[in-house]
């Protein structure tokens, strides 16, 4: 390795971005009203957007970051390309609606990682 020590505030923080992602994504989505669609958007967000975040994080953020930091590929194209393609490959199988809110959340999550990377760790 580089003798960077992983950076986790990157790996601890940037899973929460996965809630107001989830809640964006289901505004509107019924007839209750926007208040109804915030609250729900929250609840599911943590209940189960959250530990999906953490566990993608865990068995394929880390590895991937790992992986792109030895080959000095730590730029936000291919943290974000990866963020995508990965929630894509998982739930390719479930609505489009499901899986379009996992790459969306996904997406979120790199982009708040690669910005709460130290600088010197960025390429």
């Known amino acids: 390795m580089d003798g960077h020590p992983l950076p986790w505030r990157a790996f601890l923080l940037a899973p929460l971005a996965s809630v107001p992602a989830l809640t964006i994504l289901g505004l509107g989505s019924s007839d209750a009203g926007i208040a109804s669609d915030i609250l729900l958007g929250l609840y599911f967000g943590i209940t189960i957007g959250l530990p999906f975040a953490y566990a993608g994080m865990l068995l394929a953020g880390l590895p991937l970051y790992l ?24 739930f390719s ?22 910005l709460l990377l130290p600088k010197d760790l960025r390429s």
């Open 67 to 90: 992986l792109l930091r030895r080959f000095h590929l730590v730029r936000l194209w291919t943290i974000c390309t990866l963020g995508m393609i990965v929630p894509l490959a998982l």
């Open 93 to 114: 199988d479930a609505p489009a609606s499901i899986t379009m809110g996992a790459i969306w959340a996904g997406l979120a999550v790199c982009i708040t990682a690669f």
